[in-house]
């Protein structure tokens, strides 16, 4: 979302959809389309939102060896995609406002994680695509 408020024109002609992850601990299975307002020319631009929690949970679930539907990847990934794969774990954790503890995704320490987010945004956008389901069953 930051680098379509840079240079927002240029994404809109290029067709690319933007995407916004945030945590809700409510609805984590939400997922929907919107447009955007970019730049000063009142350009709009199309995006989805989704539920890290929910997406995160999910992309888990599809990992497992005995999911169906499976997620797969090639058996020669780097072992840098490996160790990003496995970057964040779930944890208690605290929440601020409501003093409850939760299940959360949390970095465990400063590891890179951005393949997990990639395949994150990827699976919702074949979520929203409907070529997986949504929700808490896969």
Partial sequence: MCAARVDGIAWIRTGWILSHGWWSSGEKDRLENRTAQVGSDSLKAPYFFYSNEGVKDKLASLR??????????????????????IAE???DVVNATTKQVQQRWVKIGGRPNHFWDCECIALASAMLAGVLPTGEAA
């Fill in 89 to 91: 774990h779930k944890k």
């Fill in 64 to 85: 497992q060896p005995e999911a169906t539907p499976a997620w797969e990847v090639p058996r020669d990934v780097s072992a840098d995609y490996k160790k990003q794969m």
